[in-house]
C-alpha cells in the first residue's frame, strides 16, 4: 500500500500528560513494609502520650459536692423547696492535704438541656451585640421571653438568658474558729472573645438609660445593668457570670467557672483545714430532676483532670500495636507467593 | 396536508403552500428563552424537587432547624452547573445545524446558482455531484450515467427498514404532470435526504420535501441508556430514603418520649411555646426537623457522578491511542452517561465487514493448471506477508493498477511467456463479471458490485488482460496491449442456488463459455478426463482456504457454433416467457455447464482490519464473550479463523444451517447435550474456582471448547420463543459465536436476548447502516471514516479502527468503572460519617434536632471542604496504568462480576461511615463531659464542640481519600491539602471579629480561635483521626493478604516486577497448518446480469 498523504492533523489530540493520563503521580502502596511500622510507631506514640495525660491527670485533685438538697440531711434540704425564697445554706467540707493552687471553682449542673436547639436559639444576638432597636423590638426567637405581660421588651430576651443561674456562693475557712473569707476572682472568666467582641454593651452612658422602656427578664432579681453592684464595668451583656451562663455547654451535664482562687494567702492553693461555703440558694432544678454542685478543681498544661482522654490514648495505642503484631503474623504465613 | 403540489422552479407558485424549509434546527434554546426553560426543565427533576421541598419546609418556623442557605447554596450551585452544561450541548447544536444549514448546493434559478442548504425550497431544480450529500428528498430528472443510472449510497437510509412500520421510506406515490402527460411517480425515482451520491458525475432533481424529509420524520427519539450503576443507585437511593425516614422516626419517638418525661418538667426554664404543647405533636414537628438536618444522608450532590462521566468522556476523546491519523479521526465519546458500562462489557456483537475486515478484496494466491503460485522460503515454509516483503515488478505494463500487489513473480513469467493456461485464466477473470468501466482523469476505474469480482478484474488487468470498455453486446480488453474485442453472447448470472455465474463470448467465430463459481459447483460440472488436475488443484484449494481465503474455481469449455444457435434459441424463448422463467432458464444453464474444464482456483483475501487478531485475543483474555454478526454468508468462518474467534483447537464448530423449525430445535439440543456433557465432567475440576467466586457464572468453568456457526435462516427460527433460550445456553457455552447472513434486525434481537435473558452489559459495533438497530441496543461503537456516518451516528463511542476498542473497554472502561466505583464508595461514606454524627446528638439535646455543627460547615461540607479532593480521585484515579491494563487483561474481569461497586459494597461502606459518625461523635463526647482550658475557663461548650468534631470529620474524610486514592497527581495534591487548607481559611475567616460584627445572626460562632488553640483539642483531633481510619487500614490489609482478589495478586504482582520490563505477551496469531475447505465465497448480487445485456433491447 502506497501511504496517501498525510491529511492535516487538525483534529489530533493534544499530547500533553493531562490528556494522555499520564500526569506524573506518586503512587504510594501499602505495603506490609510500611503498614506495619507504622502501625507500631502510632502505637508507641498515643502510648507515650497517653501515659503523658494519665500520669497527669492522676495528680490533679478535683473536689466535688453536691448541695443540691434532696436527702434530708443535707444541709441544703430546707431551701430545696421551692417557696423559700432567699434561702441561704451552708455546706461545710474538710481539706487533709493541700489543695495545689491555683483553684478553680465551678458549678456544676447536670440533666441541665441548655443544649436543646429551641432552647439555643432563644436570644437576639444583634441585641446582645448592643443594637438598640433590638432593645426596642427583641427576635421573634425569644419567644416567650421577647415582651412581658405589659407587652414591654425584655431585655435581655429570651430562655437562655432568662434562666441565668444565679446561685451566689462565698467560701470561708475556719481558722480558729473563725470564719476567714477566701477571696474568689471573677475577673476574667468568660471567653476573650465573648467579652471583647460577641457581647457589647450600648455605647449609651450611663448604661442604665440604655434600658429604659425594657424590663429585665422574669427570672432575674436585678436588671442586666445591676447584676454586679460592687463593679460598675462588669455589667450589661459583658458581666463575666452572664457571658459564661451565655455560653451553652454541649452536654446535659456540664460545669461552668464561678471564681478562680488566685489571691491572697490562698494563691498557691487551698491549704488544709476545714472550709465552709455560704450558699444562697435561688436556682430550682428539682422539678426537672437536675442535680447542682460545686466543684474545686485544679488544672494542669493539659487542662483540667480527664482521664479519658489518657485512657484512651494508652488504649489505642495499645491496639495499634497488637494489630501491628497481627498483621506481622498474618503476613509472614499469607503473604503472596513472590514469585510467579 | 392531504396532497402535495409542486411546480419545478416556480417559488411563487410553492410558496402559496408555505411548505417548510430546508432550515434545520435541533437546538433547544436561545439566548432568550435560556433561562427560563431550562430552570423550569431542571426544576422537573426529583432530586431538584426533593431540595425544593426541604425549602419550603425550612421555611416553616417550628420545623427549621436549619437556615435557609445550606439549601439554597448547593441547590444554586447544582442548577448553575447543569445549566451551564445545558447551555455547552446547545451550543454545540447549534454549531452542527449552522453547518448543515450553510452547506453549499446549487440550485437552478436562472443559471446555477450556490445556494445554502436552508435557501433550499420545495420545487427548486437542483444538480447534484459526485459524493455530494443529498440535500433534501428530491425527484431525480436526469442523470450523466447511460440509462437513467444513479448509483447512490444509501447507507444513512437503509436503517430504517428495520425500525417501526410507521416509517414510509420505502413508498413513495405522485404523479408527473408533463407536457399534457401523466407519469406515475414511485420511489425509485426519488434521492432521499442523508444519502450521498456516488459514482454519478451529476445529476438533476427536484426538491419534493425540504425539512419534512423521510429521513427526518424516521428520527424517531433515541432511548436513553442508563448504566447498571444508574440503576443500582436509584434503588439504593430509595433504601437510603427508607433509613431516613426510619431515623427520623426513631428520633420523633425519641422527642416524644423526651418531651414526656423530661421537658414538660424542664418548663421552667423552657416553656413550651402556643405551637407545641403536646409531645406527640411535637415528635411530629422534630421528625420534619430531622429529615431537614440528615437530607444529607440521600446523596443528590451525586449530580458529580455526570461531571465525572464528562471528564471520562473526554479522556476518551483526548486520547492520541485512539486517534487514527491516517484518516485525521479521534475517537468521540458520543454519549457521556455510559463510561463505567465500559468496564463491564461481557459481549460484544461485532459486524464482519468495515468492522473486522477492510472490506477490501485483494487477489492474494492462485493455482492455474495445476501450479500454485504463492510464495515459500528456502525451506518450503509460508512465508509471511509483510510491508517489506518483495512485490512482482508490473512496469511492464502501462494500464496497472499501481495499488496492486502480487508476490511470486512466476506468475508474471508465465504471462510473458505466453502459458495458454494462464493467458485463459486471466481472459477468463477479465471477461466473465458485471464490473463496469471507467475512464477518470485518464485512470482507469472499475466500478464492481462486488468487491471480490473487482479484485478478480483488477488482478487480471495488472496481468496484462486490461478489461477496457463493455456495451451490451462487447467487452473490449487489451491482452498484454493489443486491443481485442470478444462479442458477449449470454450472461449466465449468478444466484444465490447457482453459486455461480457464466458468460459466454465469441471471437473470430471461436465460441468458449467462461465459468467462475464455487469450488463445489464447479468440480461437480467437470470434464472426466480433468480428474487429476481437479485433485491438484482441490490441494491447493484447502491450503488457500486454510489461510482463510476467500477461494473461487474458474473453468472454460468451448462451444460448437451449431450446438450454441440451437441453445440460443431456446435461451430467447425462454427468456421471454412468463410462466416458470427462471426454473425454465436455470435448466437451461445447467444444460450448457457441463463438461467445464478446470482452468484454476483464485484465493482472494478479505483484509482484516489493522491489529483485529491480537484484539480479539486480548479481548478473550478478559474474559469478553465476542459474537460476529454478519450478513455475509458462511464464508464469514474463513474470517473467524483468520482474525482468532475460530481457533483449530477448538472441540468441535458447530454449524447450523438448517431452514425449517424442526431440524434447528433437534440440531440444537444435539448440542446443547455435547456442550451438557463436557460441562458436567469438567465441573468437579473446578469447584474450587467457583467458591473463590460466586458470583461467576458456572459455564466459565468449561473447558472444552465450542463454536457455534449459525445462518439467518436458522437464527430466525432459533429466535422463536419456544427456542431462544435453548439458543442462548448453547451460545453461552461456546467460546465463539458467528451468526452468518443475518437481517438487522436479528442482530438487534440477538443483542436484546442476550442482554435481556444475561443481564449481561452488551456492547455492539458496527460500521454500516444495518448495524445500526443493534448499536442502539446496548452500548454501540460505530466505526468511523468509513464509508456512511449512520452508524456513527447513532452509535455512543465511534472511532476509526477496531483495534481501538481493547484501549476503550480496557483501558478508559476499567478505569472508568473504577474511578465511578471508588467515587461512590467514598460519596456514601463521605456523607454518612458527616451526617449520623446529628443523628448520635440527637440522644444528648432532647431530640430537639438541634445541630452538631455550624450551620455554614453543613452548607459548604459537601460543596467545598470534600467536593474536590473526591472529584480528582473520580478523574485522575488508576490502580494499574495504561500499558498494565492491556498487558494482563484477567484485571478486567471485577467489572464484568460487578465487584467494585453492589449491594454489598455500599452495605460496607454505609457501615465503614455509620462507623466513623459514632466515633466522630463519641470520642468528642467522652473529651467533652469534662474538659478544662489550662486557663481553668470550661470548655464543654456547644461551640466548641462543633468545632472539634467537624475539624476532625474534614480531617478523617481526607486521610481517608488520601488512602482510598491510588495515583497522586498534583492536582490532587492540590485539591486534598487546598481542601483542607480551604477549611481552616473558612473556618477562620466566618467566625472572625469583623465578619461577626457585619452579619450578626448569620454567624454567630466566634469560637474557632479559642478551641483550635487549645491542646487538648488537638488531642481529641488526633485520637478521633487515628481512631476513624486504622480499623479501615487494618481490615484493607488483612483482606489482601489473607483474601486476595486477582486484582489484588496482579497489582502487587506488577509492584514487584516494575523494575524489570516484562516481555510483551506474544498475541500474534498463529497461522493454521490444518487445512478446513472454505464454503464458498462468492459476494455477488443477482440481477447485474440481467442490467447489463438489458441495453441490447
Redesign the interface.
Known amino acids: ?4 498523504e ?10 500533553t500528560a493531562f ?3 499520564r ?10 513494609g510500611i ?1 506495619i511500622p507504622l ?1 507500631l510507631i ?1 502505637g508507641l506514640i ?1 502510648i507515650g ?1 497517653g501515659v503523658a ?1 494519665f500520669v497527669t491527670s492522676r495528680d490533679l485533685q478535683v473536689l466535688e459536692m453536691d448541695y443540691t438538697g434532696m436527702e434530708q440531711n443535707s444541709p441544703c434540704f430546707s431551701c430545696s423547696d421551692p417557696d423559700q425564697k432567699n434561702c441561704k445554706c451552708t455546706l461545710d467540707f474538710n481539706l487533709d492535704k493541700l489543695f495545689e493552687g ?1 483553684v ?1 471553682f ?1 458549678y456544676a449542673l447536670t ?1 441541665y ?8 436559639v ?1 436570644k437576639d ?2 441585641q446582645l ?1 448592643g ?1 438598640l432597636d433590638n432593645f426596642k423590638d427583641p ?2 426567637t425569644c ?2 421571653y421577647r415582651y412581658d405581660s405589659n407587652n414591654n421588651p425584655i431585655v435581655p430576651c429570651g ?1 437562655l438568658a ?2 441565668m443561674f444565679n446561685d451566689t456562693f462565698k467560701l470561708y475557712q475556719l481558722v480558729a474558729g473563725t470564719k476567714k473569707e477566701v477571696p474568689l476572682d471573677g475577673k ?7 467579652y471583647n ?2 457581647y457589647r454593651n450600648p455605647s449609651v452612658t450611663p448604661l442604665k438609660n440604655a434600658f429604659n422602656g425594657t424590663v429585665k427578664p422574669l427570672f432575674w432579681p436585678r436588671p442586666a445593668y445591676e447584676l454586679d453592684p460592687t463593679d460598675p464595668a462588669n455589667n450589661g451583656f459583658i458581666n463575666q457570670d452572664f457571658l ?1 451562663w451565655m ?11 464561678y471564681r ?1 482562687i488566685t489571691e491572697g494567702d490562698y494563691s498557691t492553693g487551698l491549704p488544709e483545714g476545714n472550709y465552709s461555703l455560704e450558699i444562697s440558694y435561688n436556682y ?1 432544678v428539682l ?3 437536675g442535680r447542682k454542685k460545686v466543684v474545686f ?1 485544679n ?8 482521664e ?2 489518657g485512657i ?2 494508652l488504649v ?1 495505642g495499645s491496639l ?1 500495636i497488637v ?1 501491628s503484631v ?2 506481622l503474623i ?2 509472614a504465613k ?3 507467593p ?1 514469585e ?1 | 396536508e392531504k396532497e402535495r403540489r409542486v411546480k419545478a422552479n416556480d417559488r411563487e407558485y410553492n410558496a402559496k403552500f408555505s411548505y417548510a424549509d430546508n432550515r434545520i434546527k435541533t437546538s433547544k434554546y436561545n439566548i432568550f428563552t435560556f433561562l427560563p426553560i431550562n430552570l423550569f426543565e431542571q426544576l422537573q427533576r426529583v432530586a431538584n424537587t426533593y431540595f425544593i421541598v426541604l425549602l419550603i419546609l425550612q421555611l416553616i418556623p417550628q420545623i427549621s432547624s436549619l437556615s435557609w442557605f445550606t439549601t439554597i447554596v448547593p441547590l444554586v450551585l447544582v442548577l448553575a452547573i447543569t445549566a451551564i452544561k445545558d447551555a455547552t450541548d446547545d451550543f454545540f447544536r447549534h454549531k452542527s445545524d449552522k453547518q448543515v444549514n450553510n452547506r453549499q448546493s446549487q440550485v437552478l434559478i436562472s443559471g446555477l446558482q450556490n445556494e445554502k442548504w436552508m435557501h433550499v425550497q420545495v420545487g427548486d431544480i437542483i444538480k447534484l455531484e459526485n459524493n455530494q450529500f443529498v440535500a433534501a428528498d428530491i425527484l431525480l430528472l436526469c442523470s450523466s450515467e447511460p440509462y437513467g443510472l444513479c448509483y447512490i449510497e444509501t447507507s444513512e437510509l437503509d436503517e430504517v427498514i428495520c425500525e417501526p412500520p410507521n416509517n414510509k421510506l420505502d413508498k413513495f406515490t405522485g404523479t408527473l404532470f408533463w407536457r399534457n402527460h401523466k407519469y406515475p411517480l414511485d420511489n425509485e425515482k426519488m434521492l432521499l435526504r442523508g444519502c450521498v451520491l456516488r459514482n454519478t458525475e451529476w445529476c438533476f432533481g427536484m426538491v419534493i420535501f425540504a425539512l419534512q424529509t423521510k429521513l427526518m420524520q424516521n428520527c424517531g427519539k433515541t432511548t436513553f441508556k442508563r448504566t447498571s450503576i444508574d440503576k443500582l443507585m436509584n434503588t439504593l437511593v430509595l433504601w437510603i430514603f427508607g433509613f431516613l425516614v426510619c431515623m427520623g422516626v426513631i428520633l420523633a419517638i425519641g422527642n416524644t418520649v423526651w418531651e414526656s418525661l423530661v421537658g414538660k418538667d424542664f418548663q421552667v426554664f423552657l416553656p413550651f411555646d402556643d405551637s407545641h404543647t403536646n409531645a406527640v405533636f411535637s415528635g411530629f414537628l422534630t421528625f420534619w426537623s430531622y429529615i431537614i438536618i440528615l437530607n444529607t444522608v440521600v446523596p443528590i450532590s451525586l449530580y458529580v457522578v455526570e461531571v465525572l462521566r464528562l471528564g471520562h468522556s473526554y479522556f476518551i476523546n483526548w486520547d492520541r491511542k485512539m486517534y487514527f491519523a491516517a484518516m485525521d479521526t479521534p475517537a468521540e465519546a458520543r454519549t457521556t452517561t455510559l463510561n463505567e458500562e465500559l468496564g463491564q462489557v461481557e459481549f460484544i456483537f461485532s459486524d464482519k465487514t468495515g468492522t473486522l475486515t477492510q472490506n477490501i478484496m485483494v487477489f492474494s494466491k492462485c493455482s492455474i493448471n495445476g501450479q500454485a503460485y504463492d510464495i515459500y522460503d528456502e525451506f518450503q515454509q509460508k512465508v509471511e506477508i509483510t510491508e517489506k516483503t518483495a512485490c512482482v515488478d508490473f512496469s511492464f505494463n502501462p494500464l496497472r493498477d499501481t495499488k496492486f500487489r502480487f508476490y511470486d513473480g512466476r506468475l508474471v513469467e508465465a504471462v510473458k511467456q505466453e502459458d495458454p493456461s494462464v493467458q485463459e485464466f486471466f481472459r477468463l477473470l477479465a471477461l466473465c463479471h458485471t464490473v463496469m468501466p471507467e475512464e477518470k482523469y485518464e485512470n482507469l476505474v472499475y466500478q464492481a458490485q462486488s468487491p471480490d469480482e473487482g479484485a478478480l478484474v483488477t488482478a487480471a488487468r495488472n496481468f496484462g488482460y486490461v478489461f477496457r470498455a463493455r456495451t451490451p453486446e462487447n467487452i473490449t480488453v487489451f491482452e498484454m496491449g493489443q486491443p481485442v474485442t470478444y462479442q458477449l453472447l449470454a450472461i449466465l448470472d449468478f444466484n444465490n442456488v447457482r453459486k455461480r455465474m457464466s458468460v459466454i463470448r465469441n471471437s473470430l467465430g471461436q465460441i468458449k463459455l467462461y465459468c467462475k463459481g464455487a469450488d463445489t459447483i464447479i468440480f461437480e460440472r467437470l470434464d472426466v478426463c480433468g480428474l487429476e488436475l481437479m485433485d491438484i488443484t482441490s490441494e491447493h484449494l484447502n491450503d488457500f482456504a486454510g489461510e482463510g481465503l476467500r477461494t473461487l474455481a474458474l473453468a472454460y469449455k468451448d462451444i460448437e457454433e451449431e450446438y450454441f444457435e440451437v441453445w440460443m434459441k431456446k435461451y430467447i424463448f425462454v427468456s421471454t416467457v412468463i410462466e416458470n422463467r427462471e426454473d425454465q432458464l436455470a435448466a437451461l444453464y445447467e444444460e450448457i455447464e457441463q463438461d467445464l474444464k478446470l482452468l484454476g482456483v483464485t484465493a482472494i483475501e478479505d483484509k482484516l482490519q489493522d491489529g483485529v487478531p491480537e484484539t480479539i485475543a486480548r479481548l478473550n483474555l478478559a474474559d469478553i464473550k465476542i459474537w460476529m454478526l454478519t450478513g455475509d454468508k458462511l464464508t464469514a468462518i474463513n474470517i473467524g479463523y483468520s482474525c482468532n474467534m475460530l481457533q483449530d483447537d477448538m472441540s468441535e464448530v458447530f454449524i447450523i444451517s438448517e431452514n425449517t423449525l424442526l431440524e434447528v430445535q433437534q440440531k440444537l439440543s444435539t448440542k446443547e447435550h455435547i456442550v451438557g456433557l463436557s460441562r458436567v465432567s469438567s465441573a468437579t475440576d473446578v469447584k474450587s474456582d467457583i467458591q473463590l467466586y460466586p458470583d461467576s457464572v458456572f459455564e466459565e468453568a468449561i473447558i472444552a471448547e465450542y463454536a457455534l456457526v449459525i445462518t439467518g435462516d436458522s437464527l430466525a427460527h432459533a429466535l422463536d420463543p419456544g427456542l431462544r433460550l435453548v439458543l442462548l445456553d448453547v451460545a453461552c457455552l461456546c467460546k465463539t459465536v458467528i451468526c452468518c447472513r443475518v437481517t438487522p434486525l436479528q442482530k438487534a434481537q440477538v443483542v436484546e436476548l442476550v442482554k435481556t435473558h444475561k443481564k449481561a452489559v452488551t456492547l455492539a459495533i458496527g460500521d454500516g447502516a444495518n448495524d445500526v438497530s443493534m448499536i442502539k441496543a446496548h452500548i454501540g461503537v460505530g466505526i468511523s471514516g468509513q464509508e456512511g456516518m449512520q452508524a456513527v451516528l447513532s452509535s455512543d463511542y465511534s472511532f476509526a479502527q477496531f483495534r481501538y476498542l481493547q484501549r476503550l473497554l480496557l483501558v478508559h472502561g476499567r478505569w472508568s468503572y473504577f474511578r465511578m466505583c471508588n467515587f461512590l464508595r467514598y460519596f456514601f461514606y463521605k456523607n454518612f460519617s458527616f451526617t449520623l454524627v446529628h443523628f448520635w446528638y440527637g440522644f444528648f439535646c432532647g431530640f430537639s434536632a438541634q445541630t452538631v455543627y455550624d450551620q455554614w460547615f453543613i452548607t459548604l461540607f459537601n460543596i467545598v471542604y470534600t467536593s474536590l479532593p473526591v472529584l480528582a480521585m473520580g478523574l485522575f484515579d488508576q490502580d494499574v496504568n495504561d500499558r498494565n491494563s492491556l498487558r494482563y487483561p484477567s484485571l478486567y474481569k471485577p467489572g464484568q462480576m460487578n465487584l467494585l461497586f453492589n449491594k454489598r459494597q455500599f452495605f460496607l461502606c454505609t457501615l465503614q461511615g455509620l462507623g466513623t459518625s459514632f466515633l466522630l461523635f463519641f470520642i468528642p463526647y467522652g473529651a467533652f463531659c469534662v474538659l478544662l482550658k489550662e486557663d481553668g475557663s470550661n470548655f464543654s461548650d456547644q461551640q466548641a464542640f462543633a468545632v472539634t468534631i467537624a475539624t476532625s470529620l474534614v480531617i478523617v474524610v481526607s486521610v481517608q481519600i488520601g488512602y482510598d486514592m491510588h495515583y497522586w497527581t498534583a492536582i490532587n495534591h492540590l485539591f486534598i491539602w487546598g481542601s483542607i487548607a480551604v477549611y481552616f481559611a473558612i473556618l477562620f475567616a466566618m467566625q472572625s471579629n469583623g465578619i461577626f460584627g457585619v452579619f450578626t445572626s448569620y454567624f454567630p460562632f466566634v469560637t474557632s480561635r479559642n478551641a483550635l488553640s487549645e491542646l487538648n483539642v488537638w488531642l481529641v483531633i488526633l485520637l478521633t483521626t487515628v481512631v476513624c481510619v486504622v480499623p479501615g487500614l487494618v481490615v484493607s490489609f488483612l483482606r489482601v493478604d489473607l483474601f486476595p482478589t486477582e486484582t489484588d495478586k496482579q497489582v502487587r504482582h506488577l509492584q514487584l516486577r516494575k523494575r524489570q520490563e516484562p516481555q510483551e505477551q506474544s498475541l500474534r496469531r498463529v497461522r493454521r497448518t490444518s487445512s478446513r475447505r472454505s464454503a464458498y465465497a462468492f459476494s455477488h448480487q443477482q440481477g447485474y446480469g440481467e442490467l447489463i445485456t438489458s441495453g441490447r433491447n
Open positions: 500500500m502506497n501511504k496517501k498525510k491529511p492535516e492533523a487538525e483534529n489530533r489530540p493534544d499530547n490528556t494522555q493520563q500526569l506524573p503521580a506518586w503512587q504510594p502502596m501499602l505495603s506490609a503498614v502501625f502510632i498515643f502520650i495525660l491555683p478553680f465551678y440533666n438541656f441548655q443544649n436543646q436547639r429551641s432552647y439555643g432563644s444576638d444583634y451585640s443594637d427576635d421573634s419567644s416567650p430562655s432568662n434562666s476574667g472568666i468568660a471567653w476573650w472573645t465573648d467582641i460577641k459564661v455560653r451553652r455547654a454541649a452536654l446535659p451535664n456540664f460545669r461552668k467557672l478562680r430550682p422539678n426537672f430532676d478543681t488544672v494542669s498544661w493539659m487542662g483540667g483532670k480527664n479519658f482522654l484512651a490514648y489505642i495499634c494489630m497481627v498483621m498474618v503476613y499469607f503473604k503472596f513472590e510467579d
